[in-house]
């Protein structure tokens, strides 16, 4: 099959209106971050270059453009809860993204419900129907293929309690589409849902030889 394709160098550019990598990259699940500075200070803020990397231990992270409050606070606590972003809590989540001096909370701001977490020091969303709570493995600056550092990091940590509203359990199993988690897409605004609808199933190739 020929295609007609669009070809750029990320260092020279894309000469597209919007940079394409996010919208191709996506959607991308949110890594709505919980943490709390040494005095105290309750921070929330909304990743969307983030995921889980291991099943045991589970492992999970989020990359920061930038030293922010999340990265501080959690490099010097060792600490932070991820809180699963859904619709019903989409502009919540949006408002925590607004860049506001340190010292605010945005629990507050957002107004949203701090709840003590079991394992960590960390407030976690009420409102949230999943929450991880998260002990710091490692937080990694970014270098480009030269080993130049790059102002990103790459903050990793282990999942060491999890916390699901039962209502999204069917039969011992978790419900996806149920709890209505919202993604991120392309452009400066664009995010999707899930829907059982759009749901297709398949079998590994070595779970079918079995």
């Known amino acids: 099959m020929t295609r007609q394709r669009y070809t750029y160098q990320p260092r020279a550019g894309h000469g597209l209106p919007h940079d394409p990598l996010n919208a191709i990259i996506g959607p991308r699940p949110i890594g709505w971050i919980s943490s709390q500075s040494a005095n105290g200070v309750r921070n929330l803020a909304p990743y969307?270059?983030?995921n889980c990397f291991n099943y045991h231990p589970p492992i999970i992270g989020f990359a920061s453009s930038g030293w922010k409050d999340s990265v501080r606070n959690i490099s010097e606590s060792n600490e932070f809860v991820w809180n699963l972003a859904t619709r019903p809590l989409a502009e919540a989540m949006n408002e925590?993204?607004?860049?506001i001096p340190p010292e605010q909370d945005e629990f507050a701001?957002?107004?949203l419900t701090p709840t003590p977490a079991?394992?960590?020091n960390v407030s976690m969303v009420a409102e949230s129907p999943v929450n991880f709570e998260c002990r710091l493995t490692q937080?990694?600056?970014?270098q480009d293929v030269q080993g130049?550092?790059?102002d990103s990091?790459?903050?990793?940590g282990e999942v060491v309690a999890i916390h699901?509203?039962?209502q999204l359990l069917e039969n011992g199993i978790y419900q996806t589409a149920k709890a209505q988690p919202i993604l991120r897409a392309g452009g400066p605004s664009a995010y999707y849902g899930i829907s059982e609808a759009l749901r297709f199933d398949l079998v590994r190739p070595d779970a079918r030889r079995a």
């Open 48 to 50: 969307s270059f983030f």
């Open 96 to 99: 925590s993204s607004a860049s």
């Open 109 to 111: 701001l957002a107004g």
């Open 118 to 120: 079991s394992h960590v």
């Open 139 to 142: 937080c990694i600056r970014l």
């Open 148 to 150: 130049a550092e790059l």
């Open 153 to 156: 990091w790459l903050v990793l």
């Open 164 to 166: 699901i509203d039962e």
